[in-house]
């Protein structure tokens, strides 16, 4: 059964998510803080989590930090904000996926089933590929700059995997969306923001990427 | 008509200014130098008449005199002519003949009476001062000195004086253009940064030490911009408090029906139509609230990029069961728009679903292109709209005749939001009648480039 942390400092909304994803098989729990989320997935953690944004004491943006820094547990920011600065603003700290509220349970359950496909998902038959100094090893889920390991969420991997099995050939946002999220159509920021955090690990400069180029109107590329 | 500008205004004023003070200097310029040298010329023509005249009385006293060939002797140069009346008749030199008929009946009248005279006449179409000095009492030296130079000189005057006018007027006319250009830089840079304001960078500020005469019109530009943000900010903070109230009930309510959903088959039949009462309320409610928030931020300029809009015409149709074979990209020349997404793809649903819900479904949807334009057309084959309507169902909560109770699931905010979207790329959205019967919802995009 998959565990599902919500945190979420609204009692009637973190109780009435956790009964519904109850009722859509899921194991749920709620946090009403983000310090006792934090607390609860060390102690105990769950398959994906949930996070508000708007959470009193320790904000959503430093909780998604936070549990980033432990591993690479799917985050799924469920927010009544949708600015773009803030969409932005909680992918770049390390969230997966950004949906706004009201979210409808159908909905929320399809994301969470493809963040947790994604974990799950059949990596390309080749064992390796290099790209000048990077290198990547899809089987053994390893990404190394230089000769360095790269700490990779699954989302990143999954989308250096994809840029990897297409190099040298552009792959439309929309394209990326599908293959690595699962999603037919959706915010294409989600694709923008995971290539600039991507950047930052493998490009030696990220405003000059020297690997994963922007193509202008088109999409992203991996080359040599 | 529309009224003059103020720099033309300004410049016409500096013109008829600077004509009328350079006419008037140049006509009392002209008037005190022809007077003055008319004056001197009159003085010198009396004096070498008088000098003649002495020669002549002198020449008359000798015993038979030949008047002509006395008068050819005289230095007169080639303008002045004289003649002399000696007991009743007239002598001259043979050039100077037939000239006597110039000399006024006036003067001759004066100076037979022993009387001096001085009178300006014409002679010829040119002007000439006749000097008249009585002699003895039968005898009068008439010298008749043409001006005739002199109004040379006037004409020529005259004709510098009017130029002189004239550039003096175009320099009044430059100078007046000049000026206000000057007058009116500042005010080009408040023109300017009301551009911006409306341009949305709400932060633009004049600097109120850049123009001290205008110091009042910057700090109240500046107080009103100051105000303006203050307003926008606390309607934009408003609207997201509103947003954010709206939605988190709407969270719980959205969740616990699903639970309700999930859990229909452990209800009694009353109970489950009342859980389905308010799961359909609540879809509505919910609905409504996003298309009241979408209208509330569709203020915000479009976020273009390189979109296939047939693609994402597909995708609408696949989402809604809709047969995808419907999209028809015959006309257009390129399906990949540069256009806001997310925008476009609201059209595309809320056209397809307000076919679905009036229209009996939509037959077709259309990409082409218009000049300058691309054209997004979607038909249906129900009862069309009526003329009445055809402006009226774009706004809020308007539903057409067709709509009635049975189709109770709509917001009213669907065309509403379509033809928002349209605006913000600059475009418009209109219904027509389709050939054949049914209704043409049509989206014009002005077509842009990266």
């Not at chain 1, 990326?176 to 930052?200: A, F, I, M, N, S």
């Not at chain 2, 009476?113 to 008249?132: F, I, S, W, Y």
Request: one cysteine or more.
């Amino acid at each position: 059964m998959t565990a599902v942390l919500v945190i979420e400092d609204d009692d009637r909304i973190r109780l009435s998510l956790v009964l519904a994803l109850e009722a859509e098989g899921y194991e749920a729990r709620g946090a009403a803080t983000a310090e006792e989320g934090l607390a609860l997935q060390r102690r105990d953690a769950a398959d994906a989590v949930l996070v508000d944004l708007m959470l009193p004491g320790i904000d959503g943006f430093e909780c998604i930090r936070e549990l980033r820094r432990d591993d690479d547990v799917p985050i799924l920011v469920v927010s009544a904000r949708d600015d773009t600065h803030d969409v932005v603003a909680a992918l770049e700290a390390g969230a997966d996926d950004y949906v706004v509220k009201p979210v409808a349970i159908p909905e929320l359950s399809a994301r969470l089933r493809a963040l947790r496909r994604r974990l799950r998902a059949s990596v390309p038959a080749i064992p390796r590929y290099v790209f000048g100094d990077l290198e990547i090893r899809p089987d053994a889920g390893e990404v190394s700059v230089g000769g360095e390991p790269v700490a990779l969420t699954r989302t990143e991997f999954r989308l250096l995997c994809e840029l990897a099995e297409h190099a040298g050939r552009i792959l439309s946002r929309q394209q990326l969306l599908q293959r690595v999220w699962d999603y037919d159509g959706g915010d294409e920021r989600l694709v923008d923001v995971h290539v600039g955090r991507l950047r930052q690990k493998i490009e030696k400069d990220s405003a000059q990427p020297q690997h994963l180029v922007t193509v202008r109107g088109m999409g992203y590329k991996l080359q040599r | 008509m529309k009224p003059a500008g103020l720099r033309a205004r300004v410049t016409g004023g500096f013109t008829v200014g600077a004509l009328l003070l350079s006419a008037s200097m140049a006509v009392v310029s002209y008037q005190l130098i022809r007077t003055s040298l008319l004056d001197e010329r009159e003085r010198a023509s009396v004096r070498a008449a008088y000098f003649n005249a002495t020669v002549v009385r002198s020449g008359l006293s000798a015993a038979d005199p030949d008047v002509a060939e006395m008068l050819r002797s005289l230095e007169t140069g080639g303008d002045r002519r004289t003649v002399v009346r000696w007991d009743g008749s007239w002598y001259a030199r043979t050039a100077d003949q037939g000239i006597t008929e110039a000399i006024p009946a006036g003067v001759q009248d004066l100076v037979a009476g022993g009387t001096p005279a001085v009178q300006r006449v014409r002679v010829d179409g040119h002007p000439a001062v006749v000097v008249a000095v009585p002699l003895t009492p039968s005898a009068a030296f008439y010298e008749i000195d043409s001006l005739r130079e002199l109004d040379q000189t006037f004409r020529t005057l005259a004709l510098v004086l009017a130029s002189v006018a004239i550039m003096v007027a175009c320099g009044g006319a430059a100078l007046g253009w000049y000026a206000t250009r000057y007058v009116l830089r500042p005010l080009t840079s408040v023109a300017r940064a009301a551009e911006d304001i409306a341009a949305g960078k709400v932060k633009t500020r004049l600097d109120p030490a850049a123009e001290p005469d205008l110091a009042r019109l910057t700090t109240s530009f500046n107080r009103m911009v100051d105000e303006l943000a203050e307003r926008l900010e606390r309607d934009r903070r408003f609207a997201a408090d509103v947003s954010h109230e709206l939605r988190s009930p709407l969270q719980t309510l959205s969740a616990a029906i699903s639970v309700l959903a999930a859990r229909r088959e452990h209800l009694d039949t009353r109970t489950a139509a009342a859980a389905e009462l308010i799961t359909d309320e609540v879809n509505r409610f919910q609905k409504l609230v996003q298309d009241l928030l979408e209208l509330a931020r569709g203020d915000q300029p479009a976020a273009r990029s390189g979109v296939d809009v047939a693609e994402l015409a597909r995708r609408v149709c696949r989402g809604r069961g809709v047969d995808e074979d419907i999209v028809d990209t015959d006309g257009a020349t390129g399906t990949v728009w540069y256009v806001d997404r997310r925008r476009v793809e609201q059209i595309l649903a809320n056209l397809v679903e307000n076919a679905a819900r009036y229209g009996g479904g939509a037959t077709a949807i259309r990409l082409s292109r218009a000049p300058g334009h691309h054209v997004l057309e979607v038909d249906d084959s129900g009862p069309g709209v009526s003329p009445q309507d055809k402006k009226a169902i774009f706004h809020r909560f308007v539903r057409g005749r067709a709509a009635n109770a049975r189709h109770g699931d709509g917001t009213g905010l669907g065309l509403a939001i379509v033809a928002q979207h349209a605006a913000a790329h600059g475009g418009r959205a209109c219904v027509l009648d389709r050939p054949g019967g049914g209704a043409r919802f049509r989206v014009e995009l002005p077509e842009d480039t990266p």
